[in-house]
């Protein structure tokens, strides 16, 4: 399964170019998305990117009830594992994860998903640990290497 970044989330509940395209085409199965990663997704929609409270739940809920959208808790392991991997993997300059991106790696490790980000410092640590990763488009078309 597929487990997506909040950015993957982001690009396509506002249908930001190719990368929304290739997502849609991960939704068409289920993927799955941390708790936390979800959160991240309300806030940047919510806030920066001004859009309705309204349409982003029901977009979110419409995902879930038709199975395209797993959302996996934000357990204590995970918690615990997403806090160890960021102690051990965040460095400000080269590799600057959020709380968010290590619980995004943590679901990943424990549940045996490949993860869906365009976030270059991400995919390098989830490489690292071995995980699978789908390289999506930045806003810019780059793609993590």
């Known amino acids: 399964m597929i487990c997506l970044d ?20 991960m ?3 289920t993927a799955a998305m941390s708790a ?13 990117l001004q859009q309705s409270e309204v349409v982003v739940q029901r977009a979110v809920e419409d995902l879930s009830m038709r199975g ?10 995970l918690g615990q594992m997403a806090g160890r991997l960021r102690a051990q993997h965040y460095q400000r300059s080269d590799r600057p994860l959020s709380l ?10 424990s549940m045996g998903f490949e993860l869906a980000t365009a976030d270059a410092p991400l995919a390098a640590v989830a490489r690292f640990l071995g995980l699978d990763v789908v390289p999506l488009p ?8």
Do not use: H, K, W
């Open 68 to 77: 395209r959208l797993q959302i996996i808790p934000a357990a204590e392991a």
């Open 36 to 48: 936390v990663n979800l959160a991240e997704t309300y806030d940047v929609l919510l806030r920066r």
């Open 100 to 109: 968010g991106d290590c619980f995004a790696l943590a679901t990943c490790v």
């Open 138 to 145: 930045d806003s810019a078309g780059t793609r993590p290497g």
């Open 6 to 25: 909040s950015f993957a989330l982001i690009a396509f509940l506002a249908d930001e170019g190719v990368a929304a395209a290739e997502v849609s085409g």
């Open 27 to 29: 939704l068409r199965s």
